[in-house]
């Protein structure tokens, strides 16, 4: 078993010391030059690559070759890209999912395993060009607005508070895609999320409870584009407000955060108005009870009612370290009653994921439809993201705590809308049907 081993790291050692493009190259195998380069290219460098999120670089044979066992692994399992949604249960069409071929991660297995060689250097592709890794994501913004900076010290607890600032607007507007980001490398480091609300106020001037709720900036997730024809108001009269959740790294940093928007063309209205709430919490609330004893796997359901017929836009599960899985479902309010899961998705702290419907898989649901979800957490031991297993851990807003809901986007249907968009489904369905 010892032989075995070091002659393992004897031939890690000898590739790593073959000069450049010479490595040993059998016809047939994959090449990083021909065949893994234009993989991470198109998959993978937007996040690994010098000074953005990921901690290495896959742009060059000699920035990707260390990793290559690792890369192996990430890929086989579907953790890399990052895309935690099951596979196996409900939808799957959607627009933002940057999911690798099962041929692609054959091709990378394939490579890996015969000593991920390089191939001719002269083969591999030109790297794709980037914006800033702080560029806006839904092009030049029609408004920007920018909070008061926040200076988070070197050192401390973590800081959850509100910042305001006005939105500047003289007209009620329709919102088409909304972002918030962090300004600059050194901010992006202290905030851990920031959730951006329109918020109203009485007549003498006092702020009228938390706001419209408008977008959330969290590690990993991107910047929101509304499906066409539809909108959400932004009034007027209402001023921003960013919830924030800052950490300290160690260094002082003045935390500046921004919010771009894109309306619809001033006096136009969308055909329908677009929500993205936080829904089916436990006991129907956003953050609600939780009871997870110490040592255990445990979960917690929740139901939210949608009083008109709707079509779902989007689908975010929301847990803190200890969530792992979460699943939802749509009770339709029939006799006998249906129930029907329609996604489930694993979930990773690091990771806020959105899942965006293409336009045909958008889940219709009829006026008195029930989501109903369910969200695992796992309080053991086994749990790496898990500080301490011998702790019960209830519901909160610090990190430790726990949530357990899911983002749902949607619009609102007339059950007349709803009856003629299910009859165009069904009629489109019967076609492919009928080719096949
Ligand atoms: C959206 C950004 C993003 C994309 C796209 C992405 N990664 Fe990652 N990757 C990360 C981040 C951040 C980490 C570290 C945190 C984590 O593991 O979640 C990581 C971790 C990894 C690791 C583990 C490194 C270690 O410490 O062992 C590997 C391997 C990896 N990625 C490979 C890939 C490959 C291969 C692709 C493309 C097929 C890819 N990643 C696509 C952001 C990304």
Request: with cysteine; charged share 20%; glycine share 8%.
């Given at each position: 078993m010892k032989l075995v081993y070091s002659a393992a790291v004897l031939s890690v050692f000898s590739l790593a010391l073959l000069p450049t493009g010479a490595s040993a190259q059998v016809p047939g195998e994959p090449t990083f030059a021909d065949d893994i380069a234009p993989i991470f290219y198109e998959s993978c460098v937007n996040c690994h690559r010098a000074g953005e999120i990921a901690p290495m670089s896959l742009i060059s044979y000699q920035d990707a070759r260390p990793w290559a066992r690792s890369i192996k692994n990430k890929v086989e399992t579907r953790a890399m890209p990052p895309w935690h949604l099951?596979?196996?249960?409900?939808?799957?069409?959607?627009?933002n999912d940057p999911s690798l071929t099962d041929d692609q991660i054959a091709t990378i297995v394939k490579w890996v395993d015969a000593g991920a060689p390089q191939g001719n250097p002269a083969n591999t592709p030109a790297p794709p060009e980037f914006a800033?890794?702080?560029?806006?994501q839904i092009g030049e913004p029609d408004l920007v607005v920018q909070f008061p900076a926040y200076e988070v010290p070197a050192a401390g607890p973590d800081l959850f508070g509100d910042l305001f600032t006005n939105f500047g607007l003289t007209e009620d507007r329709y919102i088409t895609a909304i972002q918030t980001k962090p300004v600059g490398d050194k901010a992006r480091q202290v905030v851990h999320h920031a959730l951006s609300y329109a918020v109203e106020q009485d007549e003498s001037g006092e702020r009228m409870g938390g706001g419209q709720f408008l977008v959330e900036y969290a590690s990993g997730k991107q910047a929101e584009v509304y499906p066409e024809g539809t909108g959400l108001k932004l009034s007027a009269d209402t001023e921003a407000r960013l919830s924030y959740h800052l950490h300290s790294v160690g260094e002082p940093i003045d935390a500046v955060v921004e919010l771009g928007i894109n309306f619809l063309p001033a006096g136009t209205e969308p055909e329908h108005i677009r929500y993205s709430k936080q829904l089916a919490?436990?006991?129907?609330?956003?953050i609600g009870v939780l009871d997870l004893p110490a040592g255990a796997v445990s979960r917690s359901d929740g139901y939210a009612r949608f009083n008109k017929a709707a079509k779902i836009t989007m689908f975010q599960p929301h847990m803190h370290m200890l969530g792992t899985y979460q699943c939802i479902e749509f009770i339709y309010p029939t006799q006998p009653v249906r129930a029907e899961t329609v996604n489930c998705a694993s979930f990773d702290y690091n990771w806020h994921m959105n899942y965006n419907y293409s336009k045909d898989s958008m889940p219709l649901i009829p006026a008195g439809t029930i989501l109903h979800t369910s969200t695992w957490f796992d309080n053991s031991a086994?749990?790496?993201?898990?500080?301490?297993?011998?702790n019960w851990i209830g519901a909160g807003q610090r990190t430790i705590d726990e949530m357990g809901f899911a983002w749902i986007g949607w619009y609102d249907m007339t059950d007349e809308e709803y009856e003629a968009e299910v009859a165009t489904r069904h009629e489109a369905r019967e076609r492919t049907d009928e080719e096949n």
């Amino acid at each position: 078993m010892k032989l075995v081993y070091s002659a393992a790291v004897l031939s890690v050692f000898s590739l790593a010391l073959l000069p450049t493009g010479a490595s040993a190259q059998v016809p047939g195998e994959p090449t990083f030059a021909d065949d893994i380069a234009p993989i991470f290219y198109e998959s993978c460098v937007n996040c690994h690559r010098a000074g953005e999120i990921a901690p290495m670089s896959l742009i060059s044979y000699q920035d990707a070759r260390p990793w290559a066992r690792s890369i192996k692994n990430k890929v086989e399992t579907r953790a890399m890209p990052p895309w935690h949604l099951d596979r196996d249960i409900g939808v799957q069409d959607f627009l933002n999912d940057p999911s690798l071929t099962d041929d692609q991660i054959a091709t990378i297995v394939k490579w890996v395993d015969a000593g991920a060689p390089q191939g001719n250097p002269a083969n591999t592709p030109a790297p794709p060009e980037f914006a800033p890794s702080d560029a806006w994501q839904i092009g030049e913004p029609d408004l920007v607005v920018q909070f008061p900076a926040y200076e988070v010290p070197a050192a401390g607890p973590d800081l959850f508070g509100d910042l305001f600032t006005n939105f500047g607007l003289t007209e009620d507007r329709y919102i088409t895609a909304i972002q918030t980001k962090p300004v600059g490398d050194k901010a992006r480091q202290v905030v851990h999320h920031a959730l951006s609300y329109a918020v109203e106020q009485d007549e003498s001037g006092e702020r009228m409870g938390g706001g419209q709720f408008l977008v959330e900036y969290a590690s990993g997730k991107q910047a929101e584009v509304y499906p066409e024809g539809t909108g959400l108001k932004l009034s007027a009269d209402t001023e921003a407000r960013l919830s924030y959740h800052l950490h300290s790294v160690g260094e002082p940093i003045d935390a500046v955060v921004e919010l771009g928007i894109n309306f619809l063309p001033a006096g136009t209205e969308p055909e329908h108005i677009r929500y993205s709430k936080q829904l089916a919490g436990s006991h129907g609330q956003t953050i609600g009870v939780l009871d997870l004893p110490a040592g255990a796997v445990s979960r917690s359901d929740g139901y939210a009612r949608f009083n008109k017929a709707a079509k779902i836009t989007m689908f975010q599960p929301h847990m803190h370290m200890l969530g792992t899985y979460q699943c939802i479902e749509f009770i339709y309010p029939t006799q006998p009653v249906r129930a029907e899961t329609v996604n489930c998705a694993s979930f990773d702290y690091n990771w806020h994921m959105n899942y965006n419907y293409s336009k045909d898989s958008m889940p219709l649901i009829p006026a008195g439809t029930i989501l109903h979800t369910s969200t695992w957490f796992d309080n053991s031991a086994g749990n790496r993201g898990n500080l301490d297993a011998n702790n019960w851990i209830g519901a909160g807003q610090r990190t430790i705590d726990e949530m357990g809901f899911a983002w749902i986007g949607w619009y609102d249907m007339t059950d007349e809308e709803y009856e003629a968009e299910v009859a165009t489904r069904h009629e489109a369905r019967e076609r492919t049907d009928e080719e096949n």
